[in-house]
């Protein structure tokens, strides 16, 4: 999957699978996640966000499954 490079204090970077809908964030601790199921528009909205962890708070944790990589 290839990633898309943030500047962010704390997202690394992120990608996204069209075929599964899923989007990968790395964090700057080093932690990466996938979240399952996300509209392509969502992941879109994330990488152009001002802030992409504020993003991620209110648009993404809490509504789309994930897992820990």
């Known amino acids: 999957m290839n990633r898309t ?3 962010s204090s704390n997202v690394a970077s ?3 699978d069209d075929q599964t809908c899923t989007l ?4 700057r601790n ?3 996640y996938q979240y399952f199921d996300v509209p ?4 879109e909205q994330f990488i152009g966000a001002g802030s992409p962890g504020s993003f991620l708070h209110q648009q993404i944790r809490g ?3 994930y897992a820990r990589v």
């Open 5 to 7: 490079y943030l500047d």
């Open 14 to 16: 992120a990608g996204y």
């Open 24 to 27: 990968e964030i790395e964090f």
């Open 30 to 32: 080093g932690g990466i």
């Open 40 to 43: 392509r528009p969502i992941y």
């Open 63 to 65: 509504v789309f499954r």
